[in-house]
């Protein structure tokens, strides 16, 4: 019998198996049932903020929940034709000036599977040839305000558990510190007029737009998904565990052993589940390519990140996790003041309510009556019997 060629995926590309491994690793799964639970009760809240480090895993995470969203509404969607468990997009960097929400509300139309928005917003010969295919067709001419008004409707009557937006850090691109609040304010208002939590998740930018207002404060809530950290023993020992998972799906006969230059590899990945990955990926490329037995530290020098991209990647991450402790920090020091009486906090001084104050700060047609004008005198010059 003539055997057949292996057309498994495996065979066509040997780093399949590990390109598409995604691990259940120990901060990915706490922050996956913290994230989960806030979206089953949000207590409220109308924005999750989801934010951490490039190559963390948060887009990792997103897919997870929203596959377990899925799975657990499925009883439900089947009877309800018209619901989706959940959607979402990843936001687009604009390539100058502003977030483009035209572009957001059209891409937000698509997620939600709104095959028949070309009724409401292209009327041209198109439409039939879109329809066709399954596509949606959009009038360029269509203004924001129709898009936006599409948008709501879709939202209430899909009724996601929630709309995930990867990247949402692109929503503070903006030209001034006003638009960067009235940007955030279409999303949370999208948010409360739908009655559907939106989850914006991003890299550490994304905490300029936490506390932009004291109503988006009281309706939103924050999840930090940190990397794992040489100084800590608990991180290490789970950094090792995941280096043994990574090396059991490189394809070669004999199998590495990552966990010898485990302080090589976290220090270079930044502790970074997605930087490892894509290193690995990289470092057996290399080797299948020169053909060696296993994957060589010397490979994985050649195609570890260049010092460039590793100063670049460590001093964003570094101020992103300063930014956040500062943030911890303010919060606790506002605790501490709730709790004193208030005779103890230092009140701010009061303005100074002596006249002179008063007329120095009094704007002008509000003097009291009688109270002059201030000008300069005139002075009599060489009249008889003045003193000299």
Not at 25 to 46: C, D, F, N, T
Not at 109 to 125: F, K
Not at 184 to 204: C, P, Q, R
Request: hydrophobic share 40%; glycine share 6%; proline share 6%.
């Amino acid at each position: 019998m003539t055997e057949l060629p292996d057309t498994s995926v495996a065979a066509i590309d040997p780093l399949q198996p590990l390109k598409q491994f995604t691990m259940a690793h120990p901060k990915l799964q706490a922050m996956h049932e913290e994230v989960r639970q806030a979206i089953r009760e949000p207590g409220g809240a109308s924005l999750l903020f989801l934010l951490g480090p490039t190559g963390v895993g948060k887009t990792t995470l997103v897919a997870r929940l929203m596959q377990q969203l899925t799975l657990e509404q499925m009883p439900e969607l089947s009877t309800a034709r018209e619901r989706l468990a959940v959607a979402g997009l990843e936001a687009e960097a604009p390539p100058h000036g502003n977030y483009d929400f035209k572009q957001h509300f059209k891409r937000s139309l698509l997620a939600l599977q709104e095959i028949l928005i070309e009724y409401r917003l292209d009327m041209s010969g198109q439409v039939l040839a879109a329809r066709e295919c399954g596509s949606v067709i959009i009038n360029a001419k269509t203004n924001v305000a129709a898009l936006r008004s599409a948008l709501e409707d879709a939202l209430k009557r899909r009724r996601p558990a929630a709309f995930f937006i990867d990247e949402a850090h692109h929503l503070g691109k903006v030209a001034g510190g006003r638009k960067l609040q009235d940007h955030l304010d279409v999303i949370k208002s999208l948010a409360n007029l739908t009655d559907t939590l939106h989850v914006l998740v991003g890299t550490y930018e994304l905490q300029n737009l936490l506390h932009l207002s004291d109503q988006l404060s009281r309706r939103s809530r924050t999840f930090h998904f940190a990397r794992y950290r040489a100084g800590v023993a608990a991180d290490v020992q789970a950094f090792d565990n995941i280096l043994w998972n990574f090396q059991q799906r490189l394809p070669f006969a004999k199998s590495p052993e990552l966990r010898t230059h485990s302080a090589y590899l976290m220090e270079r990945s930044l502790g970074c589940v997605g930087v490892l990955k894509g290193w690995l990926v990289r470092a057996a490329a290399r080797a299948l390519q020169q053909d060696t037995p296993t994957l060589t530290l010397a490979q994985l020098r050649q195609t570890e990140p260049t010092d460039g991209e590793w100063r670049s990647m460590a001093a964003t991450l570094l101020a992103g996790e300063e930014a956040w402790r500062e943030s911890e920090a303010e919060l606790e020091k506002l605790r501490w003041r709730l709790r004193q009486e208030p005779s103890s906090v230092p009140a701010t001084p009061a303005a100074s309510t002596s006249p002179s104050a008063q007329t120095a700060t009094a704007p002008r047609g509000q003097r009291r009556p009688g109270e002059r004008r201030p000008q300069r005198d005139r002075i009599r010059q060489g009249a008889e019997g003045d003193l000299p």
